[in-house]
C-alpha cells in the first residue's frame, strides 16, 4: 500500500492550492484519511480529517480556509487551500488508516507547501 501526495508548491498570500493523495495497492477498505503538517521546527500537527462517511474534522487555525473531501471511487483525499497565510507554510503530509488484513497507519512522503510574496 502506498500514498502518492501531490499539489504543493510555492503561492502567495491569499493564495490557493489543492493537494491530492492517492491510495494504490491491495487492501480491503480505507477509513479515516487526513492531512497532517510539519513547519521547520515544529511538531507534526493534524489540519484536517475526514471518516469514510465523510464526517470531517479541522484545526481551528484552518477553519473556514480549507476543505477536506474524498473521492472513495479513486481511494484519494483532497485537501483545497484557500486565503492562504505564511504560517501556512509547512511540509503537509497525507494519512490513511487502511485495513489490510487488520488497520494499521499510512503515511504520504509529503509535499513543500510555502506561501510567501
Known amino acids: 500500500v502506498q500514498l502518492q501526495a501531490s499539489g504543493g508548491g510555492l503561492v502567495q498570500p491569499g493564495g490557493s492550492l489543492r493537494l491530492s493523495c492517492a491510495v494504490s495497492?491491495?487492501?480491503?477498505?480505507?477509513?479515516?484519511m487526513g492531512w497532517y503538517r510539519q513547519a521547520p521546527g515544529k511538531q507534526r500537527e493534524l489540519v484536517a480529517t475526514v471518516t469514510s462517511g465523510r464526517n470531517t474534522n479541522y484545526a481551528d487555525s484552518v477553519k473556514g480556509r480549507f476543505t477536506i473531501s474524498r473521492d472513495n471511487a479513486k481511494n484519494t483525499v483532497y485537501l483545497q487551500m484557500n486565503s492562504l497565510k505564511p504560517e501556512d507554510t509547512a511540509v503537509y503530509y497525507c494519512?490513511?488508516?487502511?485495513?489490510?488484513?487488520?488497520?494499521?497507519?499510512?503515511w504520504g512522503k509529503g509535499t513543500q507547501v510555502t506561501v510567501s510574496s
Open positions: 494519512h490513511a488508516d487502511i485495513v489490510v488484513t487488520v488497520g494499521m497507519d499510512y
Open positions: 495497492g491491495t487492501f480491503f477498505v480505507i477509513n479515516d
